[in-house]
């Protein structure tokens, strides 16, 4: 039973801090993503293929989705 405490436990403050890195690097993409964007990608940006503006959950979302693939193709060895 102590070992499934501390494996439960290790879940948690793991899923706490993926949850943590996700608001912070949401953040940081929110923040950047009206100045970047049109820079980045113009005629996108003005075709309206891309958004100009996001809101501030959807970059959340957009930046755990992509932590959750980048990291699930890397190889550990």
Sequence with gaps: MEKFLKAL??????AIGVFIGAIL????????????LPIAFPNAVGAGVLAANIPWWNAVCLT???CILIKSSQKIN
């Excluded at 436990?9 to 793991?14: L, P, S």
């Excluded at 690097?25 to 970047?36: D, F, Q």
């Design 9 to 14: 436990g290790a879940i948690i403050v793991i």
């Design 64 to 66: 755990w989705l992509f």
């Design 25 to 36: 690097g949401g953040t940081i993409l929110w923040w950047i993503w009206p100045y970047a």
